[in-house]
């Protein structure tokens, strides 16, 4: 077997770029994800996989989770006594053991590696590892402050608790989710006024604005579902009440601004909001708040817990109601004192909620191209290369080892003659082409799906793709 250098001409590096669609039906506190049911089995996993959820590796799907009596290490190892030994449940789980090779995991900074774990202690993952679209309502205004703690703050009063004791107060923000944004909204504010935190007004805005001060709907959505970024213009959330459609909101001028496009003909308030912004969204961290306040069912729909008004309108605030924020029929009535195994008189599962967008993938890949010129590639290591029947060696014996060199290739070239032989051609089969590195270390085997005919007069090239 002969090698062949790739030539720099050989080898292309180019990027793909795709935009994968992705749909979330929110109805009832279920979230189903592209129409993909809910899964069923024997076991419950640690993580969930109902069908609004994507799991990372599909590891440990309906595995039971139980003791097995086996640790890491052994029982019978020298190290077993440490602290630090880790019980086997019988899930699939990534672990490495602190040793001389100083091997870790990326979220195991070098400090705490150095300081926190000795030598022979266990470091432990945890698979599966799932996502899903989560929804957070800002009950109360988002930038409202309450009272915290935080030691050493130079900045915080002092005070003495009643036990006697000197702490620091501060005020801390309620919704950290909403104040760690805040800077992104307004770097977003380039694209349009409505990102920023405070708005001042312009030709469409009848007055200015402060986030602060405002309820604030907001949908997280895992980079796992869009890749890199979300692609501006594909946004679209639809609010459906009893089926029929009661509004949509699209980012029609891809800069992130959420306008709403259409309402239901049975609310006339809502249809005179059309062509306004109910929210926006951050495409690279796939954020979407959600601002509007006005009502797109004419019945109330108790949509919200703990807020004790049992009026609340369908508006795009309550966008979501159900997905992963513990929101449901039960909850509502409870927050309202009602018998949650009755839930005669509410309009919750009337409501529901479709949210769909195109993500932006990019993948690195590489092409190949692999040449066999003329007179190149004309022998094969198939036993069938030969004729049947040859004597393989000449002479051996323990100082020598000789092949014979007569033997003869099988002469496969077809005539057009019945019991006629052809005049012998030299050619080959390629079924499969190897790919080594610099070392001669084979990395990898392209097959061909059928084997292709090389003659020795002829020049083949083949074309290998590999995703990087």
């Known amino acids: 077997m002969s090698y062949r250098k790739f030539k720099p001409t050989d080898i292309l590096l180019n990027t793909m770029k795709t935009y994968p669609s992705c749909e979330f039906f929110i109805f009832d506190g279920n979230v189903y994800y592209n129409n993909i049911p809910q899964h069923s089995g024997a076991y419950g996993p640690d993580v969930p996989i109902t069908g609004g959820f994507l799991s990372l590796y599909e590891y440990n799907v309906d595995r039971h989770h139980h003791s097995t009596g086996r640790y890491v290490p052994p029982a019978e190892s020298r190290l077993f006594d440490s602290d630090r030994k880790v019980e086997d449940k019988g899930i699939i789980y990534p672990f490495i053991t602190k040793d ?165 003909s049975e609310h006339a308030s809502a249809n005179g909001f059309d062509n306004k912004v109910a929210g926006v969204v951050l495409y690279d961290e796939g954020f979407i708040l959600l601002t509007g306040s006005w009502d797109l069912s004419p019945t109330a729909i108790p949509i919200t817990t703990g807020s004790g008004d049992a009026d609340d309108e369908l508006k795009w605030i309550y966008f979501g109601a159900g997905a992963q924020d513990g929101v449901t029929q039960a909850t509502i009535l409870a927050a309202r004192g009602q018998v949650t195994d009755t839930p005669t008189g509410t309009n919750y599962n009337k409501a529901s909620f479709n949210l769909s967008f195109k993500g932006t993938t990019e993948t690195q890949v590489m092409t190949m191209f692999a040449n066999a010129r003329k007179g190149e590639v004309n022998y094969s290591n198939n036993p069938t ?30 005539s057009s003659y019945s019991d006629y032989s052809a005049s012998f051609k030299r050619q080959v089969y390629v079924g499969r082409v190897a790919i080594y590195d610099e070392s001669k270390n084979l990395i990898g085997v392209a097959t061909l799906s059928n084997p292709v005919l090389k003659e020795e007069d002829q020049d083949l090239t083949f074309k290998i793709r590999l995703d990087i």
């Open 100 to 264: 001389s090779a100083r091997s870790s995991f990326k979220t195991a900074g070098k400090t705490s590696y150095n300081n926190e774990f000795q030598y022979g202690d266990v470091l432990e993952g945890k698979y599966p590892m799932s996502a899903s679209i989560t929804r957070e309502f800002m009950y109360y205004p988002a930038g409202l402050r309450v009272p915290g703690y935080d030691k050493g703050n130079s900045n915080a009063t002092t005070i003495t608790n009643e036990d006697g004791n000197t702490i620091d107060f501060v005020e801390a923000p309620l919704y950290r989710h909403y104040y760690s944004l805040k800077n992104r909204l307004n770097l977003y504010g380039l694209r349009s006024i409505h990102h920023k935190v405070i708005g001042t007004g312009s030709v469409d805005i009848d007055m200015p604005w402060n986030k602060d001060d405002q309820q604030i709907n907001l949908i997280s959505i895992p980079s796992i579902f869009y890749g890199t970024k979300i692609k501006p213009g594909t946004v679209s959330l639809k609010t459906y009440y009893t089926g029929t459609l009661a509004g949509e909101l699209r980012d029609s001028k891809r800069n992130g601004e959420l306008i709403q496009v259409s309402a239901s």
């Open 385 to 414: 290369f030969l004729e049947y029947g040859q004597t393989l060696l000449e002479v051996t014996s323990s100082k020598v080892y000789q092949e014979n060199t007569d033997r003869k290739i099988k002469n496969i070239a077809s």
